[in-house]
């Protein structure tokens, strides 16, 4: 992998990647707030901002926005995570110089026309009912909101009903004003364009805007043993089980991605066998892990019947301390390994995801490492290094968040 980085006078920086052989570009605007950014009024204005800003500039209706992606026969929408916001396109070379036009009236004049407001408040509360009714996305919810408790990571990207009822155009635009600014955005391109053709058409786009980097409150989440159980009388049981991991930067990260791998990141993982495969007892149960400037989550999800709730949670349990205790085998080393190099050479196959890790990494400070460096990090990874890993991450105070016809009680005992 080859990027180029320019930041501009205004703070906005603008990196890029040229793909051989495409016509096509991926263009990310990432905005670097995100749902932990919010203060107790704007809960939820992140992704409020992100349906909103679709909805017209000064010069520009929702409808014209639309019609001038279709017209182009590009694919554009945006994203909200914990710490930050991308709105993206992905459209013909020829047509990048619109795009980014486009994009830049969104992002830097946006309308928050009250009626459009008004519409776009019961579509996201449209969406929250939606994420509720769907029992794995609020076992999740319950998960980190528990693992994360009175963390800003705890927060849901979404918000709530009440918030988003309760947020005035004063809100919104306010905090448009304070996270939104040429300091807090990384342009990011793939695909078929120079560099510096990127930074003249991006120095056009944003020249005129202005505002410092923002910044983020870093904490440190407090441990401790925990269940969030949302009771529902449905024919399935959703349960989370994790706990706290490690921050985004932390160099163990490799050693843990291939215990993910072996814990539960395919169909040849100890819990997909063992639970599935050989028992039965799920369609789905993986692992998982997410990473923050100040923290991290690692975890286990599995859908069983609720009177093999019990059963899968044993095993899960009894699984963890086998890695513990053992580490993994020389095999399931190479078998992890051989699933990242894979993993990463198909993803840079794909310009869009190009586009993704090269505006990800440097909004959140990460080094730009090429698809050999990541791999040379992979294949140092040792057993001992795996097995050093899971004494610090398993045995730490575990949280379970879950959906289903049983009480917290029910479920207490599997956190120790």
């Known amino acids: 992998m080859h990027y180029d980085l320019t930041t501009l006078p205004s703070g906005?920086?603008?990196?890029?990647?040229?793909v051989p052989g495409i016509r096509s570009v991926s263009v990310g605007c990432w905005i670097d707030t995100g749902t932990r950014d919010e203060n107790p009024n704007e809960a939820g204005a992140s992704h409020f901002l992100e349906h909103l800003l679709f909805k017209g500039s000064e010069s520009l209706s929702a409808r014209e926005i639309s019609e001038t992606f279709?017209?182009?026969?590009?694919?554009?929408?945006?994203?909200?995570?914990?710490d930050h916001t991308c709105f993206w396109a992905r459209l013909l070379d020829t047509d990048l110089p619109r795009g980014m036009e486009?994009?830049?009236?969104?992002l830097q004049r946006p309308a928050f026309r009250e009626r459009e407001i008004e519409a776009e408040r019961e579509v996201v509360i449209e969406e929250i009912n939606e994420s509720e009714d769907d029992p794995s996305d609020l076992a999740f919810e319950e998960f980190t909101r528990t693992v994360f408790e009175e963390h800003p990571l705890a927060l849901p990207v979404l918000g709530t009903r009440e918030s988003i009822r309760g947020m005035t155009r004063d809100d919104i635009f306010g905090y448009w004003k304070r996270r939104y600014g040429a300091g807090s955005v990384v342009v990011a391109m793939a695909g078929a364009m120079a560099h510096q053709e990127a930074v003249d058409l991006v120095a056009d786009t944003f020249g005129s805007w202005s505002g410092e980097p923002v910044d983020h409150e870093h904490v440190e989440p407090s441990a401790g043993s925990r269940v969030a159980v949302r009771h529902r009388d449905t024919e399935q049981a959703h349960l989370v089980i994790g706990g706290l991991g490690f921050e985004r930067g932390d160099r163990r990260r490799w050693a843990f991605e291939v215990l993910n791998l072996v814990l539960g990141g395919g169909m040849a993982s100890r819990l997909f066998t063992k639970i599935r495969e050989e028992r039965g007892l799920v369609y789905s149960v993986y692992s998982f892990r997410s990473s923050y400037a100040d923290a991290g989550a690692w975890g286990v999800y599995a859908g069983t019947t609720p009177r093999k709730v019990g059963q899968v949670l044993d095993l899960v349990v009894e699984e963890l301390a086998a890695l513990v205790a053992e580490g993994i085998?020389?095999?399931?080393?190479?078998?992890?390994?051989?699933s990242v190099r894979g993993g990463l050479a198909l993803a840079m196959e794909d310009a869009n995801s190009r586009m993704v890790r090269l505006g990800r990494d440097e909004m959140v400070g990460a080094p730009h490492l090429s698809i050999d460096e990541?791999?040379?990090?992979?294949?140092?990874?040792?057993?001992?290094?795996?097995?050093a890993v899971a004494a610090e991450f398993l045995t730490r105070p575990r949280v379970i968040g879950a959906v289903g016809p049983f009480e917290a009680a029910d479920l207490e005992r599997y956190t120790s």
């Not at 906005?12 to 040229?18: G, N, P």
């Not at 990541?374 to 097995?387: F, G, K, S, Y």
């Open 329 to 338: 085998t020389p095999a399931e080393l190479a078998r992890a390994k051989g």
């Open 374 to 387: 990541r791999i040379d990090r992979i294949d140092a990874v040792t057993l001992d290094d795996v097995r």
């Open 70 to 82: 279709d017209a182009m026969g590009a694919e554009s929408n945006a994203f909200t995570s914990k």
């Open 12 to 18: 906005l920086r603008v990196i890029t990647e040229h």
């Open 102 to 106: 486009v994009l830049g009236e969104m």
